[in-house]
């Protein structure tokens, strides 16, 4: 069992920046993809970022050059660091772990909403 716990969203303005943080639990942090995921009202979901257990990244078209995800495997903590935040980038954003290797994220944490206001 994983949990997954984020923080660091909020109300920000157009431009800003945040960093969001996902805890896991668990010895084998170090071995599982992560990845962060957002889902706006009226929209489906839409995967943002991931990263994998080696560290290689990859970003959604719609974030490529303005967010960036990173880990820290001492810490059991995986981030995404926004910034010139949009009001399109509005959602609640979730971490995920795909702990079995590429077979989809089957942990999830309980989201945390980030509004970005013009």
């Known amino acids: 069992q994983v949990q997954l716990v984020e923080s660091g969203g909020g109300l920000v303005q157009a431009g800003d920046s945040l960093r969001l943080s996902c805890a896991a639990s668990?010895?084998?942090?170090?071995?599982?993809?992560m990845g962060w995921l957002r889902q706006a009202p009226g929209k489906e979901r839409e995967l943002v970022a991931a990263i994998t257990s080696g560290g290689s990244t990859s970003h959604a078209d719609s974030v490529k050059g303005r967010f960036t995800i990173s880990r820290d495997n001492a810490k059991n903590t995986v981030y995404l660091q926004m910034n010139s935040l949009k009001p399109e980038d509005t959602a609640v954003y979730y971490c995920a772990a795909d702990t079995y290797g590429g077979t989809g994220y089957d942990y999830w944490g309980q989201g945390t909403q980030v509004t970005v206001s013009s």
């Open positions: 668990g010895r084998t942090f170090r071995r599982y993809a």
